[in-house]
T-cell receptor
Framework: EDKVVQSPLSLVVHEGDTVTLNCSYE??????LLWYKQEKKAPTFLFML????IEKKSGRLSSILDKKELFSILNITATQTGDSAVYLC???????????FGTGTSLTVIP | DTGVSQNPRHKITKRGQNVTFRCDPI?????LYWYRQTLGQGPEFLTY????????KSRLLSDRFSAERPKGSFSTLEIQRTEQGDSAMYLC???????????????FGPGTRLTVL
């Protein structure tokens, strides 16, 4: 059965801390892995990863994929209160017809 | 791109009633996805359209659920004989489908929150 597992389920940190969110997957015929940020609304796109070992970076956020070990991490450095959200990991299957989402990691950044 | 829109944003209904939601994708996006999201969970795939063709449907989807995308533009999701367990956020996403790389990602609408009493 195809599945995506995220850890930890929730995380509380202080402003300025660095956090690492994990995503492991078992999906037949992998095509891409995506990270989304969800506040109290629809998910917004952060990164798409298709190749192993190539870091994607956007400001204080970065992500990398390991297709051999079937996982990805999302790093956030110098966290701010505005980073508080649920971070979702999704894997696209080879057909492009389906995306499998994890349950998300709820991040709370305390001032 | 004006974004994906969904209507209504909120729907409260009594158990046993039928409800219909509408999704208007970003223009020129030929791929459209429906998801259901409950509290504390990630979006759960329901169905997928490429243009007007429904190419994928979740095996877990009850036959009370049906979706259409006439003419390959907007889509509707209907739930018949609603149950309390249908209460959730229903998300629609669209995707261009002909691009490559990060721009070929899903763009989500604001969702329709359904409450079944």
């Amino acid at each position: 059965e195809d599945k995506v597992v995220q850890s930890p389920l929730s995380l509380v940190v202080h402003e300025g801390d660095t956090v690492t969110l994990n995503c492991s997957y078992e999906v037949t015929n992998f095509r891409s892995l995506l990270w989304y940020k969800q506040e109290k609304k629809a998910p917004t796109f952060l990164f798409m990863l298709t190749s192993s070992g190539i870091e994607k970076k956007s400001g204080r956020l970065s992500s990398i994929l390991d297709k051999k070990e079937l996982f990805s991490i999302l790093n956030i450095t110098a966290t701010q209160t505005g980073d508080s959200a649920v971070y979702l990991c999704a894997v696209e299957d080879g057909t492009g017809n389906q995306f499998y989402f994890g349950t998300g990691t709820s991040l709370t950044v305390i001032p | 791109d004006t974004g994906v829109s969904q209507n209504p944003r909120h729907k409260i209904t009594k158990r046993g009633q039928n409800v219909t939601f509408r999704c208007d994708p970003i223009s020129e996006h030929n791929r459209l996805y429906w998801y259901r999201q409950t509290l504390g969970q990630g979006p759960e795939f329901l169905t997928y359209f490429q243009n007007e063709a429904q190419l994928e449907k979740s095996r877990l989807l009850s036959d009370r659920f049906s979706a259409e995308r006439p003419k390959g533009s907007f889509s509707t999701l209907e739930i018949q004989r609603t149950e309390q367990g249908d209460s959730a956020m229903y998300l629609c996403a669209s995707r261009h489908g002909a691009r490559t790389g990060p721009t070929d990602t899903q763009y989500f609408g604001p969702g329709t929150r359904l409450t079944v009493l």
